[in-house]
């Protein structure tokens, strides 16, 4: 097809020629994160991270109903006028968005990177709204801290120990609409999507399920070269080049990594995991899980761009392809991140 | 865009116009699925479901391996000529697909949908390869009876008894290569995607583990009214219209609900889980797993297409979207199913 040549950029990269809008997005968060220095971003701060339910995966699940149903309202729309919805979770076969997809009843795409699942997701919604195959997609995606645990650690009520270079899976829920132009009420300060990056898999041996950082930079470094390379665009052509939940950790990692292959990663190579707590309180390395770069980028970054604060970002949304039951087999870690390039209209 | 209104049929199906040529498919599996009536039509047929690995997880990730590997020198294609690998399993974390990756060192996307993955993703590849975003993609998707039965339900030491109306989760994998039309070394008779219809979440209720039959066939149902209503296909327009596996008990409630919209399936309503076995193998209710209807595809349908045998087949993997966490938190059992039409370019 004659579009292709326009369409694919190298060997990793979705050109979205017709720059997709993000018309509307939402979060909802547990009280630790709004107790954080973006806390006042969120649309949504829970004071109870049960939300009045019987159980953390529960209390996710209506984490993530909240946060599509908000972001439907902020676009004037009824869920009805999706034509899609795509998403992820940590919990074992995304417990989290395929029980939500009970209250949307739209057609459903389950996606999983780990805490790269947020990019994954805006990544196929830009395709398919650029591709004309959908309209408006919604893409959701979510993590419990105390589901997380339990389900990757230890119960929180067993109060264990962590070590200084675990994060902590944050509490909260994104979602994002994503419009075809023809279909955006958009204006030429709405972010839009102007490329996607998909992220290999790059493993370099890591076992350690307290260091997820140190396994995801190798990643997260490979996926933001392969994105310069792909557009050829520079590091400077970006306002903020923003990490998913690398951490304290990691970020220093990517950093070094970037360094070695010739960019300079300034003051403007960030870290959601580094951004969404404060070092008081106490999360060791950072944050960490799928909704960790999610409420990140739909509480803070998104706002940013939208009043001008940046005219282009580049998330990095990383994620630890891992379970209990391969690193408990002995295995490394295999490290993913995918990357979106988001920026204003008046940018192109 | 102007191709928007090409591209999108009513609400739930993308129309993949230029017709992406599955241009090679492969199957690997274990020895019961060897020894069941379409044994002969599989790529690979392991005579050990461990394959010599440590663990069933090890050997299922070597099955997925063994079948992208293979697909790829059917297609005459280094593993490096593929732009993304689409793929997930059942594992937790899609603990094969994720590992696989490692593999084949290509730009990735984790998806799930549970035993609808595999149309999940050849619908994702379809249309990133109609769009133009990519010139081959690789989908790849397996299930491994007894990692599946000790993550599902019991470990298979444990012998436990299962009731008739559970299912047997099948031991394989299988690859296919979606390549756009002009980067397809495809003929006429080269089976195409043409519709992808995705699946909405439809919950009738079932909590029942060993009935997953049940709780798939109404999202069946569904997505195949909503394919034959957004296509304006007719059921007779289909040599075949085949379910994942919803097995002996699931695929007459499917037939029921379609006679009940007024469809009358007749012969050519077909169910990969009633195909895979002989009911002589004592699976019970018949076949399930990501891998049921992804190797009764890629090992059965498609070689009745390239040989002419049929020219239009409706897939229709399906899904049931719980973990032993939502069940034993007393939870219902969503469903979900995903439709891909694939029939030979002569169809045209």
Not at 32 to 43: A, K, N, S, Y
Not at 135 to 148: F, I, L, P
Not at 150 to 157: A, L, N, S, V
Not at 320 to 327: E, G, V
């Amino acid at each position: 097809m004659g579009a292709a040549a326009a369409r694919r950029l190298g060997r990793q990269t979705l050109s979205l020629e017709s720059r997709p809008a993000l018309v509307a997005v939402a979060s909802a968060v547990g009280p630790m994160e709004g107790q954080g220095p973006l806390g006042r971003f969120f649309d949504v701060v829970e004071p109870d991270g049960l939300l009045g339910q019987a159980s953390w995966e529960r209390a996710e699940v209506k984490l993530l109903e909240e946060a599509l149903d908000l972001a439907c309202r902020k676009a004037r729309l009824d869920k009805s006028e999706l034509d899609v919805v795509i998403g992820g979770d940590l919990l074992n076969q995304l417990g989290a968005a395929s029980f939500a997809a009970r209250s949307h009843d739209r057609a459903f795409l389950g996606v999983f990177g780990a805490c790269s699942t947020w990019t994954e997701g805006l990544a196929l919604a830009g395709a398919l709204a650029d591709g004309g195959y959908v309209r408006r997609a919604g893409v959701v995606c979510s993590s419990h801290h105390d589901a997380a645990e339990r389900q990757f650690r230890f119960p929180t009520e067993f109060a264990h120990q962590r070590p200084p270079t675990s994060t902590w899976t944050a509490t909260g829920a994104a979602a994002a609409i994503v419009a075809a132009p023809d279909d955006a009420p958009a204006s030429r300060s709405t972010p839009r999507l102007r490329y996607a990056t998909l992220g290999r898999v790059v493993d370099v041996g890591e076992k350690n399920p307290y260091d997820l950082g140190s396994a995801m930079a190798p990643a997260a470094a490979d996926t933001i070269l392969a994105h310069l390379r792909d557009t050829g665009r520079r590091w400077s052509d970006y306002d903020l080049v923003v990490t998913g939940d690398l951490g304290r950790v990691g970020h220093p990692i990517a950093a070094d990594l970037l360094s070695e292959a010739g960019i300079s990663p300034d003051e403007r190579f960030q870290d959601c995991g580094v951004l969404l707590y404060d070092p008081k309180q106490d999360v060791h390395a950072g944050g960490s899980g799928c909704a960790c770069s999610a409420v990140t980028f739909a509480g803070y970054l998104y706002r940013g761009l939208a009043e001008g604060r940046w005219r282009r970002v580049l998330l990095v949304s990383t994620g630890a392809l891992f379970s209990p039951t391969t690193y408990q087999q002995g295995e490394s870690i295999p490290g993913i991140a995918h990357a979106v390039a988001v920026e204003r209209e008046d940018e192109a």
